[in-house]
């Protein structure tokens, strides 16, 4: 292992962090739920009544993050590495797919469920996170 | 379920989040891909993201957890699954796959959608047709 110091970002992804952290306790604190994203997005597929709109709603504030904070998007970098477009469909499948059957995704199982001391949120950050590292291994031997 | 969905909250809370992944830099799926790369050059910034974010959720939630309603007045809603089970565990191997290969989790995808790059629409696209599968064949 080597460490990446040239892109090593601490003072600003511990900042993200926060921030990130604060609008999942607000989520909490104001509305009682749990901040998942896939799960946000997932329901809102099943259009089920009086509980859509406010799913589209705040999937459009998300959506409109990167315009209106703008200046601080570095829209060279929002693109991924990956280029061959089978792959990225391939990828995006899988993460639709996954995050509905494994009930959670980064937001709601990394940070609201290992906050709330969930066994099955600590055992799906701890497979994703092990999975994720396996195929970024798999794909630069490939590579 | 209360009348006034405050909708502008809710937009906020999105707006707000977006934010955090951006400032964070999980919007950057080579960050991401840098972060997952433990064996070669690692990019260990990611850790601090779920540290920050981790490190105020437990101290808001613990502080929150007696109260039954919330400041809006709503009922808390809680997911009700306790046990693991298999569908938990594949299902997170295969968000974790999907994660490795590109870069892109549910939220920094949606982020980058914004900003219409062609890689993030695709991926947006691929991620709800996953989504439908899954609603399709779990019924």
């Not at chain 1, 570095?74 to 995050?99: K, Q």
């Not at chain 2, 690692?42 to 779920?50: E, G, N």
């Not at chain 2, 007045?73 to 590109?102: E, M, N, Q, R």
Request: charged letters at 10%; hydrophobic letters at 50%.
């Amino acid at each position: 292992m080597e460490i990446d110091w040239i892109n090593f970002t601490p003072f600003a992804s511990l900042l993200g962090g926060i921030i990130l952290g604060l609008a999942s306790a607000l989520m909490l604190i104001l509305f009682g739920r749990i901040m998942g994203i896939s799960g946000i997005i997932g329901t809102a597929l099943d259009r089920p009544k009086g509980d859509t709109l406010w799913r589209a709603v705040f999937i459009a504030g998300l959506i409109s993050s990167a315009v209106i904070f703008a200046p601080f998007v570095d829209v060279s970098r929002t693109a991924p590495n990956e280029t061959n477009v089978w792959l990225i469909v391939l990828a995006g499948l899988l993460v639709g797919y996954g995050t509905r059957l494994g009930s959670g995704c980064t937001s709601g199982h990394g940070i609201c469920g290992i906050s709330r001391l969930s066994a099955r949120s600590f055992v799906a950050t701890g497979v994703f996170m092990t999975s994720g590292i396996l195929t970024v291994v798999i794909m630069q031997f490939l590579l | 379920m209360k009348q006034n969905h405050h909708y502008l909250y809710k937009f906020l809370l999105g707006l707000m989040f977006g934010l955090g992944l951006i400032i964070s830099g999980m919007i950057y799926p080579t960050k991401v891909i840098g972060f997952l790369n433990i064996f070669g050059l690692w990019d260990p910034s990611l850790a601090f993201v779920m540290l920050g974010g981790i490190a105020v959720y437990t101290l808001l939630h613990f502080l929150h957890i007696k109260k039954v309603d919330t400041l809006l007045g709503y009922s808390k809603s809680f997911p009700l699954k306790k046990h693991l089970d298999k569908k938990l565990i594949a299902g997170a191997t295969l968000f974790g796959i999907g994660w490795g290969l590109v870069g892109y989790c549910p939220g920094p995808a949606l982020v980058s959608f914004g900003t219409l790059g062609f890689e993030a629409v695709v991926f947006v696209l691929a991620m709800l047709g996953g989504m439908t599968l899954f609603k399709l064949t779990s019924k």
